[in-house]
């Protein structure tokens, strides 16, 4: 006898299956291969239920078998008291966004699983999970409402009638700084009934919170979605059964991130201060629910924070970096000083807290311990650990990481991590790769050295190289006066800082003064391309994303407005010298370095043009030279056959360089 059931059924079968069965892998690397590296699995987006007793993760895994080339990522939930850790989602599209319902009954989370990103909810002891959204345009963010009976999600406008009939007609032109698409609120009945949008104004939403109370979102929206147009961000409120939006705080710069203090009366969010702080600044302020005029909080470590939630006296908490670390603050509302909660041993991140502000969940990891979930009392911080993912694994022999401290011929003191080759013995003379990151206001931190990235640090340390990643003037992590110390000194300072650097590891007898390579992406390839300016002193270089003509630059990024503060203002009005005297392309007489350009084919916050010209120079110049372009690639590979290969290529060209065969595997 056959018996047949429908998809409904089948679905409610397979996930009540999935939920109630453990699962567990064993995790076995052989050598550091970028392959190895990218295909290790990923913990994020940890969530607490109200009670804080069950905890909601993702975990990224990867496709690279025959033609695939992904990632995906699925939910899983975990008990606090350690007796229960189990999947929850499956399939072969990512659910990602997890979230608690009020009364913890249920978990919700986003998927593509049917038309586009929609959200779906699941009770935790199984069942089938019920779409919730119909959304045209799928789901950005989203939040539950206090009582549980509705959810309030962001969505782009869709395209209208007009223009799908001009798309089918190919006469679909583009009208550049117009027709604009605005992230909107809407929120959904739980039950099922339509979804309501609450403003019609043309607000480009960025976050939002409830009231405790259920009655009012309070949104932080800017005028149009261009992206620097988020330094004209301002906070309103709106009736939640959608009405009239009151603006709340409207002044110059950025003011984001609102959140609704847990008794309501009260607002804290992230600002500028009531003036343009191009570079970057997230100082704490708080206003009356009602309005008023802003506090100011008291300044944390770096000025760059975000906030977390509350805690159970209702102090902030808050998460910030702190020089190669990461950390949770708690900050009174009273004006008091931060308190810095969480030990100064590697990376704390991902924090999120539970209603009764008493346990807080999160990731950590550092240079050699591979990323996990956790959770803690904020008041004691006794971190109890909630993922497995790495329990089992059996890796190869690290290169080590320390930590270095230098000064730069200012006087301006520099922290940088250095890795030392697999099995380094003191007094061995090795090649050294100078490694800069993006930003300039990036950080490298002491973040699990085996992950996959475009650049695979354990491979090259397998491979026979020392790496070094200094942290110039310009980062973040170490206040607002070393992030603003390169304003209109791209080139000069930060140049300083990361030579002085090598010179150190060259002293310290770990550096072969005559093996240098180097290679950095976006700011980090700025650097690269000015490097080979300044200096023969690498073999070979490598830059990534890289920008080589800030005149050309500032006027095809999508992010215009960052450069303009660091350059302090356009090229014109007698400016030019400024941009002009920081460009790579300006300074080509004397470059010999082998250099290698790679580049996204779509990326728009460095133009491709960028890599471009710095490559057309060149060859001009009979450089030793080639240029790597990756497809339906933007400012980074996302793709993990991509991620890879970076590595593999920038390992080729150095060795090539260095005139040394790879080390094998």
């Known amino acids: 006898m056959i018996i047949k059931l429908n998809r409904s059924i089948l679905l409610s079968i397979t996930l009540l299956f999935f939920v109630t069965l453990p699962v567990s892998a064993q995790i076995t690397i052989e050598s550091w291969t970028p392959e190895a590296m990218v295909n290790l699995p990923v913990a994020g987006s940890p969530e607490l239920s109200p009670d804080g007793s069950m905890i909601a993760y993702t975990v990224r895994e990867t496709n690279m078998d ?43 989370f986003i998927s593509t699983r049917d038309s586009g990103r929609q959200i779906y909810v699941m009770y935790l002891d199984g069942g089938e999970a019920k779409k919730i959204t119909s959304a045209e345009n799928g789901v950005g963010s989203y939040q539950w409402s206090p009582d549980g009976t509705r959810i309030a999600y962001t969505m782009t406008d869709p395209k209208t009638d007009e223009e799908k009939a001009r798309e089918r007609e190919r006469l679909d032109v583009i009208h550049v700084d117009r027709d604009f698409k605005f992230a909107r609120i809407y929120v959904q009945p739980v039950d099922g009934e339509e979804a309501q ?57 950025t003011d984001g991130s609102p959140r609704y203090t847990p008794d309501g009366s009260r607002i804290v969010f992230t600002s500028h201060g009531g003036q343009l702080e191009g570079i970057g600044i997230q100082d704490l302020f708080i206003i009356s629910a009602d309005g008023g005029e802003p506090a100011a909080l008291a300044h944390t470590y770096d000025r760059n924070v ?26 009174p509302l009273n004006g008091d000083e931060p308190e810095l909660l969480t030990p100064e041993n590697g990376i704390y991140n991902m924090f999120a807290v539970n209603r009764d502000g008493n346990r807080v969940t999160f990731t950590y990891e550092n240079s050699d311990t591979p990323r996990e979930v956790y959770h803690a009392d904020p008041d004691s911080f006794d971190p109890v650990k909630v993922s497995s993912l790495f329990d089992d694994a059996a890796f190869p022999e690290f290169g080590k990481t320390e930590l270095l401290t230098w000064s730069s011929p200012d006087g301006m003191e520099i922290e940088g991590l250095l890795t030392y080759p697999v099995g380094y013995e003191p007094g061995d003379r090795v090649p050294l790769i100078l490694m800069v990151h993006g930003g300039p206001a990036g950080v490298y931190s002491q973040t699990f050295t085996g992950q996959g990235n475009i650049y695979a640090i354990q491979h090259f340390a397998e ?28 080139g000069y300072g930060d140049y300083e800082d990361l030579m002085s650097g090598v010179d150190l590891v060259i002293d310290m007898g770990v550096a072969h003064p005559d093996s240098l390579v180097e290679m950095g992406w976006s700011y980090g390839g700025y650097m690269t391309s000015w490097i080979v300016t300044q200096t023969d002193r690498f073999k070979a270089v490598s830059m990534g994303a890289g920008l080589s003509n800030l005149v050309s630059m500032v006027g095809t990024t999508d992010i215009p ?8 203002g356009p090229y014109w009005g007698g400016n ?59 400012h980074g590979p996302t793709e993990p056959k991509f991620i890879a290969d970076v590595s593999n290529q920038i390992l080729r060209w150095f060795d090539k360089h260095l005139g040394r065969e790879a080390v094998a595997e």
Do not use: C
């Not at 699925?74 to 990512?94: C, I, K, L, P, Y």
């Not at 975000?306 to 970096?321: C, H, K, M, P, Y």
């Not at 370095?593 to 057309?616: A, C, M």
């Open 561 to 568: 407005g960052y450069l303009l503060a660091h350059m302090g």
């Open 463 to 490: 491979q026979g190289y020392a790496l070094l990643r200094p942290n110039p003037r310009g980062s973040t992590g170490y206040g607002k006066e070393f992030r603003y110390a390169n304003f209109q000194d791209w």
């Open 197 to 253: 949008a609450i403003y019609g104004d043309d607000l480009h939403t960025t976050s939002f919170d409830w009231s405790p109370d259920g009655e009012t979102i309070m949104f932080a929206h800017q005028p149009t979605p261009r992206i620097d147009d988020r330094y004209k961000m301002n906070i309103s409120v709106v009736p939640a059964d959608s009405g009239a939006v009151t603006p709340l705080v409207y002044r110059e710069g």
């Open 576 to 634: 030019m010298e400024t941009y002009e005297r920081h460009s790579a392309v300006y300074f080509m007489d004397d470059v010999v370095t082998p250099t290698q350009i790679i580049h996204g084919s779509n990326d728009l916050r460095v133009p491709l043009g960028q890599g471009q010209e710095f490559y057309w120079a060149l060859q001009e110049k009979g450089v030793d030279s080639e240029m790597i372009i990756y497809p339906r690639t933007g």
């Open 66 to 108: 025959g033609d695939e080339s992904s990632f995906t990522t699925h939910v899983w939930v975990a008990s606090a008291d350690g007796s229960m850790n189990r999947q929850f989602t499956r399939g072969e599209q990512s659910a990602t966004n997890p979230q608690f319902s009020p009364d913890g009954r249920k978990l919700s």
């Open 306 to 331: 975000s906030i977390t939630g509350f805690d159970a006296s209702g102090n902030l908490l808050v998460t910030e970096r702190r020089n190669t670390l990461s950390a949770l603050y708690r900050v």
